[in-house]
């Protein structure tokens, strides 16, 4: 497959699944109780090792080769940004960023999000920001349970406080992403649609290039900010969403 010849996720739903409700109250309702793989924990002692416990957190969630996380720590300094990936295999092809290049205010680590998100929650820390940039989409209407929103792990994503930002390629994830959260959080969640100028990770970039459209929500967990608000330095380039 050439480059700029990505696919848009296909699939035989075209909107929020009808499960989907049943499993987020579900999981609302009941603790998830998997217990926790020693790496994850290891994992999660890494990513807080180079932090001063004061300076705003950033995760980027499934940060991939971690080329936004690297992005993140360079325009934010004075705050610690932590990628997080399943894959060492991603995460060993940051290059062409030589170790001493990379910003000194992030750390990339092995972690499945399963585990590192209850871990992050328990170890109390707050985050400032929340980023899951193209998350796998699961298309097929049996893998619901996969996406994020329907899986057991999503409830303890509004704990974790912070801006919480969603970008995919497939209409329908962000429509169940925003659904979910509406159904956790009580509150309308908005999405838009978006142009990546400069796009933030190789997936955006590689979508971006295909010519798909690219949707993004944000939610701000602080009780003091309106959730779902506009964001006035993002404004929606192509006029839709669920507005
Ligand atoms: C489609 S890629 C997007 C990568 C990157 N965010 C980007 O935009 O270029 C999704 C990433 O999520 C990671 N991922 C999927 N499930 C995960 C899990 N349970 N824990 C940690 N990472 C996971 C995958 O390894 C993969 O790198």
């Known amino acids: 497959m050439s480059y700029a010849n990505s696919k848009i996720p296909e699939s035989a739903q075209s909107g929020v699944h009808e499960g989907l409700a049943e499993r987020v109250a579900r999981h609302a309702a009941a603790p998830f109780r998997k217990p926790y793989a020693d790496y994850n924990r290891t994992?999660?002692?890494e990513s807080l090792h180079g932090w001063n416990g004061r300076d705003p957190v950033i995760l980027d969630a499934g940060c991939g080769v971690g080329h936004s996380t690297i992005q993140l720590a360079r325009e934010n300094p004075g705050h610690w940004v932590i990628g997080v990936d399943q894959s060492a295999d991603r995460l060993a092809r940051r290059k062409p960023y030589p170790e001493a290049l990379l910003p000194t205010n992030m750390v990339l680590v092995r972690a499945d999000l399963v585990d590192y998100w209850r871990l992050l929650c328990d170890a109390g820390v707050r985050l400032e920001r929340h980023y899951i940039l193209y998350p796998n989409p699961w298309p097929k209407i049996g893998h619901l349970g996969r996406r994020w929103h329907a899986h057991p792990v999503f409830p303890y994503l509004?704990?974790?406080g912070g801006r919480l930002e969603c970008r995919t390629n497939w209409q329908v994830y962000i429509e169940e992403f925003a659904t979910a959260l509406e159904l956790l959080q009580g509150c309308r969640v908005k999405w838009q649609t978006f142009h990546a100028e400069?796009?933030?990770?190789?997936?955006?970039?590689k979508y971006r290039d295909s010519g798909q459209t690219l949707y993004r929500l944000t939610i701000d967990f602080d009780p003091a900010s309106a959730a779902g608000a506009a964001d006035p330095f993002f404004?929606?380039?192509h006029g839709t969403g669920n507005d």
């Open 43 to 45: 994992a999660l002692a």
């Open 158 to 160: 509004p704990r974790l």
């Open 198 to 205: 400069r796009p933030i990770s190789p997936f955006e970039r």
């Open 235 to 237: 404004p929606p380039t």
